[in-house]
């Protein structure tokens, strides 16, 4: 059980965008020492641990991969970051990860802060419109519209009108891309056929 400690931390602060200086200076142990005990180079103890589970906010069972007491709920624990809340939808290390991302109505539009990071992303608009900032491009998705594009282009969600916005996302490391079956009647763009 302890041996998946390594990879499931390093998956952890991945998929929140934490490096680790940022991580050793929230935690107060050395980079290197987090860089061994990701690697599984350092023996996890729980002097390393405890700090670890609080600067991440969740419970000490699921950095060790405790198992589950007998109870069939599914406890999800929301992450809050950049103003929106990450519902997490998967729970394995490493792979592609789901998540329910809810971006929050806003009374003023908000100035897109497009930023980038390793990865693939592959959204669906749930509910609300989707302000979708992809480079040079400036988008809006409508409910039931999907996007999908390389996490190392600048790009900032938010919403398109002030309200609400409730979206699927996967997201991967690079080379790690959503594979959906084509529709044999409609284009490789997403058009239909002439």
Do not use: C
């Amino acid at each position: 059980m302890l041996d998946a400690v390594g990879p499931r931390l390093r998956a952890l602060r991945r998929d929140r965008g934490i490096t680790l200086a940022d991580l050793a200076a929230t935690t107060g142990v050395s980079q290197s020492t987090l860089s061994r005990l990701e690697s599984g180079k350092r023996r996890a103890t729980l002097e390393l641990l405890l700090p670890l589970a609080r600067a991440y906010d969740v419970p000490l069972d699921d950095l060790v991969g405790a198992p589950r007491t007998g109870d069939p709920r599914i406890h999800l624990k929301p992450i809050r970051r950049f103003g929106m809340t990450f519902i997490p939808l998967s729970r394995r290390p490493g792979g592609v990860h789901a998540f329910k991302m809810i971006i929050p109505a806003q009374p003023e539009p908000l100035e897109p802060t497009p930023q980038t990071h390793d990865g693939f992303e592959w959204l669906y608009v749930l509910n609300g419109r989707l302000r979708l900032v992809l480079g040079e491009r400036d988008l809006t998705l409508p409910p039931g519209e999907a996007a999908e594009f390389d996490t190392s282009l600048p790009h900032w969600l938010g919403s398109a009108d002030g309200g609400v916005v409730e979206l699927l996302i996967l997201f991967g490391l690079q080379g790690m891309r959503v594979h959906v079956r084509a529709d044999p009647h409609r284009s490789s763009h997403g058009g239909s056929r002439r």
